[in-house]
C-alpha cells in the first residue's frame, strides 16, 4: 500500500517562510513525478510547483521565485521551500506522487497540511 504524509505546514506571518515535506512510504512504487498543489477556501486545486524523475521542475505562474521545489528520489521525498509568504498562500497544501507498480501507472494525493499566512 502507499501512502504520502506532507507535513511542515502552520500559522506564519506576512513575509515569513515555511519549508513542507512529502514523504512517500511503498517499497515496490517507482516514484516518477513529485508535485505540490494547494487548495483556498471555495477555490479549485491549483498546481504549486512539480519535479520529474529526469530532474524537471516547473512552477505555477504565482510563485514568482519565492518557492522552490527540491526532491531525494532515494528516499522519496519532496520539500517545499516558501518564502515571503502572503496572505493569498494561505491554502491546504497537498502532495501528489505519480508512478508505478509493475505496469501500472498510478498517482496518489496526501491528506494535505495547512498553511495560514497571517498577522
Known amino acids: 500500500q502507499v501512502q504520502v504524509v506532507e507535513s511542515g505546514g502552520g500559522l506564519v506571518q506576512p513575509g515569513g517562510s515555511l519549508r513542507l515535506s512529502c514523504a512517500v512510504s511503498a517499497s515496490r512504487f517507482r516514484v516518477y513525478a513529485m508535485g505540490w498543489y494547494r487548495q483556498a477556501p471555495g477555490k479549485q486545486r491549483e498546481l504549486v510547483a512539480v519535479?520529474?524523475?529526469?530532474?524537471?521542475?516547473a512552477y505555477a505562474h504565482f510563485v514568482k521565485g519565492r518557492i522552490t521545489i527540491s526532491r531525494d528520489s532515494a528516499k522519496k521525498t519532496a520539500l517545499l521551500q516558501m518564502n515571503s509568504l502572503n496572505p493569498e498562500d494561505t491554502a491546504v497544501y497537498h502532495c501528489?506522487?505519480?508512478?508505478?507498480?509493475?505496469?501500472?501507472?498510478?498517482?496518489?494525493w496526501g491528506q494535505g497540511t495547512q498553511v495560514t499566512v497571517s498577522s
Open positions: 501528489n506522487v505519480e508512478g508505478a507498480i509493475g505496469d501500472a501507472m498510478i498517482d496518489y
Open positions: 519535479s520529474t524523475s529526469g530532474g524537471d521542475t
